[in-house]
Nanobody
Framework: QVQLVESGGGLVQPGGSLRLSCAAS????????MGWYRQAPGKERELVTI???????NYADSVKGRFTISRDTAKNTMYLQMNSLKLEDTAVYYC??????????WGQGTQVTVSS
């Protein structure tokens, strides 16, 4: 079993930045995809960004040019750098790791609130 723990959320003004972290409890192998999702109040969970096993990175149109996903394999940690934050970025952010032919892991979520 793998546990994913997000951190780094908080309250930020429009135009500000935050960096989210997602730490895995151990090394993970046979990763199909890993990424970040978010869920705003009253809305469905949506994909923010994802890294495929081939190394391709995809971003939702709404965050392109503002958000950057990265990973530190040695630390078993994935990051989401969020710049130029907007009011509509307010949501609970979740990290996700999908294993080939195996389980799909979710973190507990971290709240990001963009407000003036």
């Amino acid at each position: 079993q793998v546990q994913l723990v997000e951190s780094g959320g908080g309250l930020v003004q429009p135009g500000g930045s935050l960096r989210l972290s997602c730490a895995a409890s151990r090394s993970i192998f046979s990763i199909n995809t890993m990424g970040w999702y978010r869920q705003a109040p009253g809305k469905e969970r949506e994909l923010v960004t994802i890294i495929t096993s081939g190394g391709s990175i995809n971003y939702a149109d709404s965050v392109k040019g503002r958000f950057t996903i990265s990973r530190d394999t040695a630390k078993n940690t994935m990051y989401l750098q969020m710049n130029s934050l907007k009011l509509e970025d307010t949501a609970v952010y979740y990290c996700n790791v999908d294993i080939y032919g195996g389980p799909n892991y979710w973190g507990q979520g971290t709240q990001v609130t963009v407000s003036s």
